[in-house]
């Protein structure tokens, strides 16, 4: 599962990934599971993404609910 990290500038600054790994902090190869995003339709998309090649078909949209009293 990605982890998303929200705000590319702030995260970049606070820490470097690529350090972790060189140091053994964390595996290289989970450098790929840290994804820097700046909107919800991207980490959206980064979701979607990890699901349909995880889950090897197409997942839907989420569907908004709406709550019983806006249906009146």
Known sequence: MPVLLYRRDWWERIINLPALAESGMIAPRDLDLVRMVESADEAWDIIRDFCT????????DPIWIAAPWQLL
Do not use: I, V, Y
């Open 53 to 60: 090649e995880r889950c090897g078909e197409s997942q839907p």
